[in-house]
């Protein structure tokens, strides 16, 4: 999988020229996959998680409520990965989120993403 590098440290992310391959490329489009709204992409119906819904919603209203919806939107980003990936020696074997920090309407999430063959990364994304 080759895809284009995406910068994600500042307010919102910001599209580069380089290029990202294999497992790096995997672990962006589960970080695109993790803060997509489900339903949302013409062309790959399954793609998002409810994360941003239930934000929106009100839904995420303490840390418990938080982890529960992220525990979710783990669940939908691996089995979105998994039924895009081909059968990827490098494709994900799990996803773990976890509310980094948590403040009335900010959500930081830690985020791990291991591969079939080991490969391991972990970021912190501001949904």
Partial sequence: MTGVLIDFSGDKPVFGSAKVEAFQAIVQNAMVNIGTRQGTDPLYTDRGTNLQLDAAAGR????????????????????????????????????????????????????????????????????
């Avoid at 303490?62 to 490098?90: E, I, V, Y």
């Fill in 60 to 127: 995420l209203i303490d840390l418990n409520s938080a982890a529960h919806s992220s525990n979710f939107a783990a669940l939908d980003t691996l089995a979105f990965s998994r039924a895009t990936a081909d059968n990827d020696p490098s494709g994900l074997s799990q996803v773990n989120l976890a509310p980094a920090q948590f403040s009335g309407g900010s959500l930081s999430l830690e985020a791990k993403f291991q591969s079939v063959d080991g490969q391991s990364v972990g970021k912190t994304i501001i949904v």
